[in-house]
């Protein structure tokens, strides 16, 4: 006999009748998750221009090339081995060592959220999410941790909205140092026109 797996249908007319009881919770864990994919954007665009002085081009440009990296990691990587061969300023290589590092780690949450599923309880309440991410050990394959969405991860939530705040600033204050450096000498570089 055929027995499915799959899981059991929700009843959407009790979830509706039960849904305006956890409203405010509901709406204040999904304007959690879009304040922190909203900081996350802002600060994943503001690499734009930090790829724009590393590869000594335009704003047009430098999207172009952001634009066809497919990856947030695509985009990290290229960062950090042009910075490798453009910024000579050691504290400065670590300041944006240590921007992309942090960028990273808020990736992590943020890749959590946008690639999971929510799981609601009977009373309309989000309280878990099941990844969609596999799970590999040496010794096994699991498919979709599932995590509570308690207060603690709702804190942490709002701790790495608060830290990507702080990296947009700290990006903005790196960019006109950055471009000083790499971009200072630029016309020095260039070579002289013979008439």
């Known amino acids: 006999m055929f027995v499915s797996k799959l899981p ?5 007319e009790v979830l509706a009748a039960a849904a305006p009881a956890s409203a405010d919770r509901r709406t204040f864990v999904l304007a959690l998750i879009g304040n922190l994919i909203c900081s996350w954007s802002n600060n994943e665009s503001l690499f734009i221009y930090v790829l724009m002085i590393l590869l000594r081009t335009d704003e047009a440009s430098a999207a172009v090339v952001f634009a066809t990296l497919n990856t947030t990691r695509a985009r990290l990587d290229l960062i950090q081995r042009l910075a490798k061969i453009r910024v000579t300023d050691k504290a400065l290589a670590r300041s944006l060592t240590s921007l992309v590092e942090r960028f990273s780690e808020s990736t992590k949450v943020r890749n959590e959220l946008n690639h999971c599923m929510f799981i609601f309880d009977a009373a309309g309440a989000i309280t878990h999410t099941q990844s969609m991410r596999l799970m590999e050990t040496k010794s096994s394959l699991r ?6 969405l308690d207060d603690n991860r709702l804190q942490e939530m709002l ?3 608060s830290e990507m705040t702080k990296i ?5 204050d790196l960019l006109p140092r950055l471009e000083a450096h790499v971009c200072g000498g630029a016309q020095q570089d260039l070579p002289t026109k013979v008439a």
Do not use: L
């Open 8 to 12: 059991p249908k929700p009843d959407f």
């Open 143 to 148: 498919f979709g941790e599932i995590k509570a």
């Open 159 to 161: 701790r790495t909205t």
């Open 168 to 172: 947009n600033h700290d990006i903005w």
